[in-house]
């Protein structure tokens, strides 16, 4: 079974610039998750989706930051206007919303952005 | 609100020795922890995770305990070894209606030398 696939798997950008991220979640799973990482923390939560609608994006600077998930599958995040601060790896992580292993994140990868 | 502390940031340890990550945690809900492990430039994986009281988890020679009187979930290992060198998060499950958002301590990085 495939885990969760995320692209690009770096970025450098100049302030100012925009990206987005795309995440492939687990076949299947109902809900996936954003996470922003910085170096030497852990992961904090941006926004969560469950199907296609957002569940809580509270924690998603909305200025900037702005996620879809259109069918209910794949999802992009996207940063407009980039700031240094916005220097972290972004984490895609997906989950089943029953079942055994309903609160066990898969996470992918990520992506490490670079905001010179 | 709902936190997580990981209370050491570094530890180096010598292959074969003991190792005890600690966990704490608040929450105003029924707690669900898990640990995760990040290895250098991969996926964080789940480690192991519980919600029993007072009752070991074990997994790849890695095991916590779950005490909600001390609101703990340390990570511990009989005898490390240099492939166990990674980031190690305690996380929490929030319950309520985001039962299945985690919240992640800041994390313990663990190098394991020769």
């Known amino acids: 079974e495939a885990g969760v696939t995320q692209s690009p798997r770096y970025a450098v950008l100049q302030e100012g610039q925009a990206v987005s991220f795309w995440c492939d979640p687990i076949?299947?799973?109902?809900?996936l998750y954003w996470y922003q990482q910085p170096r030497d923390q852990g992961p904090q939560l941006l926004v969560y989706?469950?199907?296609?609608?957002?569940?809580?994006n509270s924690q998603l600077p909305s200025d900037r930051f702005s996620a879809v998930r259109p069918k209910g599958t794949n999802s992009t995040l996207k940063i407009q206007s980039a700031k240094q601060g916005d220097t972290a790896t972004y984490l895609c992580?997906?989950?089943?919303?029953?079942?055994?292993?309903?609160?066990?994140?898969?996470f992918g990868a990520g992506t490490r952005l670079s905001v010179l | 609100g709902d936190s997580v502390t990981q209370t050491e940031g570094l530890v180096t340890l010598t292959k074969g020795l003991p190792v005890m990550l600690n966990c704490t945690y608040q929450t105003t809900y029924s707690p669900f922890l898990f640990w995760y492990v990040q290895h250098l430039n991969e996926a964080p994986k789940l480690l192991l995770k519980?919600?029993?009281?007072?009752k070991r988890t074990e997994h790849q020679g890695f095991y916590a305990t779950l005490h909600k009187s001390s609101s703990s979930f340390h990570l511990q290992k009989s005898s490390v070894q240099l492939s166990d060198s990674a980031l190690y998060f305690c996380a929490l499950s929030e319950g309520g209606s985001n039962y299945n958002v985690l919240y992640f301590g800041s994390g313990t990085k663990l190098t394991v030398e020769p």
């Open positions: 076949s299947g799973h109902d809900t």
């Open positions: 989706f469950r199907d296609e609608a957002v569940i809580d």
């Open positions: 519980s919600s029993t009281d007072n």
């Open positions: 992580a997906s989950s089943l919303d029953w079942g055994p292993s309903q609160n066990t994140l898969y």
